[in-house]
Nanobody, 125 residues
Framework: QVQLAESGGGLVQAGGSLRLSCAAS????????LGWFRQVPGKEREFVSA????????YYADSVKGRFTILRDYGANTVYLQMNSLKPEDTGVYYC??????????????????WGQGTQVTVSS
């Protein structure tokens, strides 16, 4: 039982930054694993980043590595996605997701049973 709520999306110019937040409720112990995915019309949901709630080594898609950072505020039950040097190709609906008990296949959406509603990120050129 995990509930997730994303926020922080918006419209930004290329080269700018946004910080997305995902507030978690319910089970938020050290066994939870959290990920960020994004989706645009006509394409499959794409992995962006993931990390264990306990602070395990993070995972990043090649397309965002070096520009995006995933981090957490344990006390606030919140995971963040800091997005820098944004490109128009980063545009999409960003979703926070969670699974329990394993870090298996952190970049595979079907392994995550819990999802937020998504927040829109639009990067203009």
């Amino acid at each position: 039982q995990v509930q997730l709520a994303e926020s922080g999306g918006g419209l930004v110019q290329a080269g700018g930054s946004l910080r997305l937040s995902c507030a978690a409720s319910g089970r938020t112990d050290s066994d939870i694993f959290l990920g960020w995915f994004r989706q645009v019309p006509g394409k499959e949901r794409e992995f962006v980043s993931a990390m264990g709630w306990s602070g395990a080594s993070p995972y990043y898609a090649d397309s965002v590595k070096g520009r995006f950072t995933i981090l957490r505020d344990y006390g606030a039950n919140t995971v963040y996605l800091q997005m820098n040097s944004l490109k128009p190709e980063d545009t999409g609906v960003y979703y926070c997701a969670a699974k329990v008990g394993t870090d298996r296949a952190p970049g595979t959406a079907q392994w995550y049973p819990y999802w937020g509603q998504g927040t829109q990120v639009t990067v203009s050129s």
